[in-house]
């Protein structure tokens, strides 16, 4: 089993979808946490109301700081994602250590305003580029990969998933 770490800044969003979807899809190979330099201190209720309608677990879903991974007890961790969107104008946690590292950056829906639909529409759009990302993860050939291979290909997976905005 595999230890996957999504960091972003609130931890409420992007980084939660995430974690919830990888522990749906890769379940049994991988086991997927989140966490944010700055965490909102709650799941956004559009990302939480996102997962249940796509009949994703929410249970033990919560907005924590990246310090908790930092600490003596904490899993190790085999890779690390940053999901923050540089393009936002956010700063985005940097992770020591081994693990292996990409940035698959993602526009933040919790920062779009407007109607509940508009914001309902951003969720969905993060999490299917989010989702395309991870399936792309779970399919590579991971024991035919030595350690630079994989970083080459989580490098373009980050720079993949863009889609056609949600109607």
């Given at each position: 089993m595999k230890n996957?770490?999504?960091?972003?800044?609130?931890?409420?969003?992007?980084?939660?979808?995430?974690?919830?979807?990888?522990?749906?899809?890769?379940?049994?190979?991988?086991?997927a946490f989140s966490a944010g330099s700055?965490?909102?201190?709650q799941p956004n209720p559009f990302a939480l109301e996102l997962l249940a309608k796509n009949r994703i677990d929410t249970s033990g879903l919560r907005s924590k700081s990246w310090d908790e991974f930092a600490r003596p007890g904490a899993p190790g961790l085999d890779f690390v994602f940053t999901v923050c969107?540089?393009?936002?104008?956010?700063?985005?946690?940097?992770?020591?250590g081994q693990p292996i590292s990409a940035h698959w950056g993602v526009n933040d829906p919790a920062a779009v305003t407007g109607s509940d639909d508009e914001k309902r529409r951003a969720f969905l759009r993060a999490f299917r580029e989010l989702s395309t990302r991870i399936n792309l993860f779970l399919?590579?050939?991971?024991?035919?990969l030595d350690r630079l291979g994989l970083k080459k290909k989580l490098d373009e997976i980050g720079k993949t998933g863009r889609e056609a905005p949600v109607p």
């Open positions: 996957v770490l999504f960091l972003c800044t609130g931890n409420s969003a992007r980084s939660i979808l995430a974690e919830a979807y990888l522990n749906a899809a890769g379940a049994g190979r991988f086991k700055h965490p909102a201190g969107d540089n393009a936002a104008g956010e700063v985005c946690p940097i992770w020591p399919n590579l050939p991971m024991e035919k």
